[in-house]
């Protein structure tokens, strides 16, 4: 399995630069990286996915490195509605669904 | 375009008894999921469904049955409910695709509560 590995917890500040990285040594040639951000009482919802390099959408920059055993979400200017917990997931959908493993994600908590 | 209802939201159950939590999704998808979120836990897998009339086990299938009569529904049943079922259950559905990561839309889950 690719076992992912986060941080527990993060604080910030409004306005500023949050990276959330990801550290998944045992990735498969054929993985991709996913994150998504989950809010109190609602289910999680995709930010962005990659393979390789830099990938980057209206709302989130995602790095990956060329060994590919770590990703570092990056959110800039964040807000107070930013606050929520960051999931990084490892995988594909069509042969891998056991290897889909959600970890327990990251805290982010965004302060005035 | 509702994406992913689940029903109920809420339901407080006695040991013993059985429900089923329904999951619908209007996007067509052909892969359809359900998980259970535990504290501290992340999600985790309980049985997941590659499409209609087809289903099969996740991470944790112990004392939970799915059914997939129709594409856009999911059912997951609890046959005789135990406490250790007490959770936030998600229901989550994708595309197939080939090769890659399909992202999963996911319900705002159903709160269940067994006593």
């Known amino acids: 399995l690719a076992k992912t590995t986060q941080p527990i917890s993060m604080d910030s500040y409004e306005g500023q630069e949050v990276n959330i990285t990801c550290s998944h040594n045992n990735i498969a040639t054929n993985d991709y990286i996913t994150w998504y951000q989950q809010f109190p009482s609602q289910g999680p919802r995709f930010i962005i996915q990659g393979y390789k390099t830099k990938v980057t959408n209206e709302v989130a920059s995602l790095f990956i490195p060329a060994d590919r055993k770590s990703s570092t979400l990056s959110l800039p200017r964040v807000s107070l509605s930013d606050t929520a917990v960051y999931y990084c997931l490892v995988g594909v959908t069509n042969t891998g669904f056991q290897k889909l493993v959600f970890g327990t994600g990251t805290r982010l908590l965004v302060s005035p | ?115």
Not at chain 2, 43 to 58: D, F, N, P, Q
């Open chain 2, 1 to 115: 375009n509702a994406g992913v209802t689940q029903t109920p939201k809420f339901r407080v159950l006695k040991t013993g008894q059985s429900m089923t939590l329904l999951c619908a999704q209007d996007m067509n998808h052909e892969y359809m999921y359900w998980y259970r979120q535990d504290p501290g836990m992340g999600l985790r897998l309980i049985h997941y469904s590659v499409g209609e009339g087809t289903t099969a086990k996740g991470e944790v299938p112990d004392g939970y049955n799915v059914s997939r009569l129709k594409k856009q529904n999911f059912l997951l049943g609890l046959e005789s409910a135990a406490p250790s079922q007490t959770s936030v259950y998600f229901c989550a559905s994708s595309y197939a695709g080939q090769a890659r990561y399909q992202p999963q839309h996911f319900g705002d889950g159903t709160r269940l509560s067994i006593l």
